[in-house]
């Protein structure tokens, strides 16, 4: 006599972009998917104003694009149609916000600004579109019990709580998982928090009425416009009603010292005195005493599942700080790797018998393949924040983005830019970690090589002219410092 076979069931915990992108997935396999979210359904108009977003828009980079495709639904490309794609950093450098351009890529990729609430959105009409998908909105999960199955979620209404039963149990429930709280208890999850000492206020720049009476962008959309300060920064991204969303990240200290708005406006003459312009007085001290300082934490968790029981993934596993732009995308791409896992294990949409372990081994690749990929881009992302407020403005940094940039050129094979593995491919983020060490060195070779042959050739040309000599200085001094670099990392 045959076992009769078992559709699996799935509980999504969070109905995040993640989570509403696993459910997509796994329903296109067949399953039985149950999301359970706890903020009401951001899509109808009287809950708009109840939610409160982390962030107005984000970029949506490869990676992200990728997992969105890999639906087979169209789904990047309904996301697209109101993305505006950045081709790179606009640097607003020194009090009179001289612009100084970066790109990207040196072959025009983009990374993308899109709508936070809308992507969310559009993702879980897509799910709930698939007729083995079913959204439950105001339900928060309380415990799961994972052997058993089972879910007890609250009702934030009635404060009821209810049960529920799945096969497989996924947390995608963001940095304060309660999935990843009862995982706790099932395996020795090694598990780290950590809040950093920068937050965040978001603040805007409205659109600016054009010649014809239309709303224009006040600055170039094309750019992700950052502030770079050393010790904080600001960065806008592009709206499609021709906006920016400005986001200052800061000690909370700095945010601490300012108390009223003649603190507020000595603070941003002092820094930013081309974004009042451009946001306007009112406005800035409007939103930012209005707006709330967010904190940006990182969370580590080490395995992400449990047998065939549960798994987490997205923010929920590896909460990183946004200065890489990847948090969602890394997401996504966690999605896109689970799924062709449960490919490569056979993993059937039903169970056949006590002996089919497909899913539990999938799970453990999961966590065997995955976890040195989170590791690096948590590193990554913690490292580019300096680079943002910082690096860029450096003259050594600079140097070796642009010889980085004319080895790509040349040889593409040898040389990629980190910021291109990361954003512009879907290679693991530790292989892309360990190549951009690898080049590292010898970009800092090449880099003091070029820059003492522009400076002295500088010197020898511009010998009678004073800011030629200047100049000269300053990339002899750039050259030196990086040759520096080079022979402690040699040394290293
Ligand atoms: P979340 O977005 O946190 O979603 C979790 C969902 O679970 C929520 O809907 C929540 O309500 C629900 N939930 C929580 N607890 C429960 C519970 N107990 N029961 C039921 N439901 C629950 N990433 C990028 O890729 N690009 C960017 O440019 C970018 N910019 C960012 C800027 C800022 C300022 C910040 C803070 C983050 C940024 N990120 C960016 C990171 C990105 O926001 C996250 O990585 C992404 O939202 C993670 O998605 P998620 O679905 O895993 O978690």
């Known amino acids: 006599m045959t076992t009769p076979e078992k559709s699996r069931s799935v509980a999504i915990v969070g109905a995040g972009p993640v989570g509403a992108l696993m459910a997509v997935y796994l329903a296109n396999r067949g399953w039985n998917v149950h999301v359970y979210e706890t903020r009401p359904d951001m899509r109808l108009p009287e809950n708009k104003a109840k939610i409160q977003n982390r962030s107005i828009n984000l970029a949506l980079s490869t990676r992200g694009l990728t997992a969105l495709k890999g639906t087979g639904l169209a789904l990047d490309e309904l996301i697209m149609k109101s993305g505006l794609p950045m081709r790179g950093r606009m640097l607003h450098i020194g009090d009179e916000g001289?612009?100084?351009?970066?790109?990207?890529?040196?072959?025009g990729e983009c990374i993308n600004s899109v709508d936070r609430a809308k992507l969310n959105e559009d993702l879980i009409t897509a799910a709930e579109e698939l007729n083995n998908v079913k959204v439950s909105f105001?339900?928060?999960?309380?415990?799961?019990?994972?052997?058993?199955?089972?879910?007890?979620?609250?009702?934030?209404?009635?404060?009821?709580?209810?049960?529920?039963?799945?096969?497989?149990?996924?947390?995608?429930?963001?940095?304060?998982?309660?999935?990843?709280?009862?995982l706790m208890r099932y395996v020795r999850l090694d598990f780290g928090q950590e809040y950093i000492p920068h937050g965040y206020c978001e603040l805007s720049?409205?659109?600016?009425?054009?010649?014809?009476?239309?709303?224009?962008?006040?600055?170039?959309?094309?750019?992700?416009?950052?502030?770079?300060?050393?010790?904080?920064?600001?960065?806008?991204?592009?709206?499609?009603?021709?906006s920016f969303t400005v986001t200052l990240?800061?000690?909370?200290?700095?945010?601490?010292?300012?108390?009223?708005?003649?603190?507020?406006?000595n603070f941003f003459e002092q820094y930013f005195a081309d974004?009042?312009?451009?946001?306007?007085?009112?406005?800035?001290?409007?939103?930012?005493?209005?707006?709330?300082?967010?904190?940006?934490?990182?969370?580590?968790?080490?395995?992400?599942?449990?047998?065939?029981?549960?798994?987490?993934?997205?923010?929920?596993?590896?909460?990183?700080?946004?200065?890489?732009?990847?948090?969602?995308?890394?997401?996504?791409?966690?999605?896109?790797?689970?799924?062709s896992l449960l490919s490569e294990f056979n993993v059937k949409s039903t169970k056949v018998g006590e002996s089919d372990n497909s899913l539990a081994?999938?799970?453990?690749?999961?966590?065997?393949?995955?976890?040195?990929?989170?590791?690096?881009?948590?590193?990554?992302?913690?490292?580019?924040?300096?680079?943002?407020?910082?690096?860029v403005t450096s003259p050594v940094y600079l140097m070796r983005k642009k010889v980085e940039s004319w080895l790509h050129l040349l040889v593409p094979s040898k040389v990629i830019p980190l910021y291109t593995m990361v954003s512009f491919s879907n290679r693991p983020y530790s292989e892309a970690y360990a190549r951009h060490h690898k080049q590292g060195f010898w970009l800092s070779v090449a880099g003091a090589a070029v820059g003492l042959g522009t400076a002295a050739g500088l010197l020898v040309a511009g010998w009678k002219q004073r800011r030629q000599l200047k100049d000269a200085a300053g990339l002899l001094k750039a050259a030196f410092l990086t040759a520096a670099q080079s022979a402690q990392k040699l040394v290293q």
């Not at 750019?223 to 960065?235: A, S, Y």
């Not at 999938?362 to 690096?391: F, P, Q, S, V």
Request: aromatic content about 8%; some cysteine.
């Open 205 to 242: 720049i409205p659109a600016k009425v054009g010649a014809d009476g239309k709303p224009e962008f006040a600055m170039d959309p094309e750019h992700l416009h950052i502030w770079p300060r050393h010790k904080f920064m600001m960065i806008a991204l592009p709206n499609p009603d021709k």
């Open 275 to 339: 974004a009042i312009k451009l946001m306007g007085k009112d406005l800035l001290i409007k939103e930012y005493f209005k707006n709330p300082k967010g904190s940006l934490v990182m969370v580590r968790a080490n395995p992400y599942h449990y047998k065939d029981r549960c798994i987490i993934l997205g923010d929920a596993a590896h909460s990183m700080v946004p200065f890489y732009g990847q948090g969602m995308n890394c997401g996504f791409e966690d999605v896109r790797i689970l799924d």
């Open 138 to 182: 105001n339900l928060t999960l309380k415990r799961a019990d994972l052997d058993k199955g089972t879910l007890a979620l609250e009702n934030k209404e009635t404060k009821e709580i209810i049960s529920a039963h799945a096969d497989l149990i996924i947390g995608c429930d963001g940095a304060y998982s309660s999935v990843r709280n009862s």
């Open 361 to 391: 081994l999938a799970l453990e690749a999961y966590t065997d393949r995955r976890a040195k990929d989170l590791k690096a881009i948590c590193e990554l992302a913690l490292y580019n924040y300096t680079e943002m407020r910082h690096g």
């Open 98 to 107: 001289h612009l100084v351009s970066q790109d990207y890529g040196v072959h």
């Open 249 to 265: 990240f800061m000690p909370f200290a700095n945010f601490e010292m300012i108390h009223n708005e003649g603190d507020l406006l």
